[in-house]
């Protein structure tokens, strides 16, 4: 049977027409949500920040870990450098380097991973950035592995070389269960002021973070995005189907 080919094409192609602003603006209220679910979770971690340092356990509950991602914690004990993991290549004030993760064996405890800070890179390959020996007390943030994506390379163990935070496999790297090393991972803290940054970059002495959460939020402009172009694919759906029924009333002529 025939059939005019303007109408074999018609349908399906009016059917996306119709749907793309209906899909686009779904998905910017489905990002508004998860805008306001990120501006929540900021501002309950930024809350959880202000609680005074926990200071770790003997024995650490591991299962518990996840409900303490953020919280400032304390701990004493002596670092372990030969122990230590230079992770990287990072890039902090506009230098290359890595991050220092040294294990600090607790005198009353387990041992626990700390991310002491940034080191410029040529101090990381020359292994001659400070190392502190005896008692210390670390204030830090309790972090939780990375998630990786498709481009990280793997960890290396063997040959240094650490591209993301695999917490188990750090642990494991610094003796693991049998030497009492816990899965337990923090970044020690350091708030001062740039002139105090450059000067210990200078001598190689690692620069820890700031007591601040600092997560990525680009849900607005996702926002911004889906609803701009269901606006826009609106109007030329509205043009669209003016245009048509035009020429529909002057079709039975
Ligand atoms: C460890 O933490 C989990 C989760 O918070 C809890 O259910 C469990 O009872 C704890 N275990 C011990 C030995 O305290
Ligand atoms: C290692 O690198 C730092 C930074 O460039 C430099 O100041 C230091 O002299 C180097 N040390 C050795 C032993 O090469």
Do not use: C
């Not at 202000?50 to 870990?65: F, G, S, V």
């Not at 970044?187 to 001598?203: N, P, Q, S, W, Y």
Request: glycine share 8%; net charge positive.
């Amino acid at each position: 049977m025939y059939k005019p080919k303007s109408e074999s094409w018609f349908s399906p192609v009016m059917g996306l027409v119709a749907i793309f602003p209906v899909f686009t603006f779904a998905l910017g209220t489905w990002q508004l949500k998860r805008l306001k679910w990120k501006i929540d979770l900021i501002d309950e971690l930024t809350e959880k920040l202000q609680l005074d340092p926990l200071p770790l356990p003997r024995q650490i509950n591991i299962t518990a870990i996840p409900d303490f991602a953020w919280r400032k914690v304390k701990a004493v004990g002596q670092w372990d450098h030969a122990h230590t993991m230079l992770l990287g290549p990072k890039v902090f004030e506009g230098e290359n380097g890595y991050q220092v993760i040294t294990p600090l064996k607790r005198q009353d405890g387990s041992t626990v991973l700390v991310d002491r800070g940034f080191i410029n890179k040529e101090y990381g390959d020359n292994n001659t950035f400070d190392k502190p020996e005896g008692d210390i007390e670390v204030v830090g943030l309790i972090r939780l592995s990375q998630p990786r994506n498709a481009f990280t390379p793997d960890n290396d163990p063997k040959e240094k070389f650490w591209y993301w935070r695999d917490i188990d496999a750090m642990a494991e790297h610094a003796g693991g269960t049998e030497a009492n090393v816990q899965p337990v991972f923090f970044e020690e803290i350091f708030d001062a002021h740039t002139g105090h940054i450059m000067a210990r970059l200078d001598k190689g002495i690692p620069v820890g973070r700031p007591a601040s959460v600092n997560l990525r939020n680009s849900h607005l402009s996702y926002v911004i995005t889906w609803w701009g172009l269901s606006a826009i694919s609106t109007i030329m759906l509205w043009r669209f189907v003016k245009k048509n029924a035009i020429r529909g009333r002057s079709l039975p002529r």
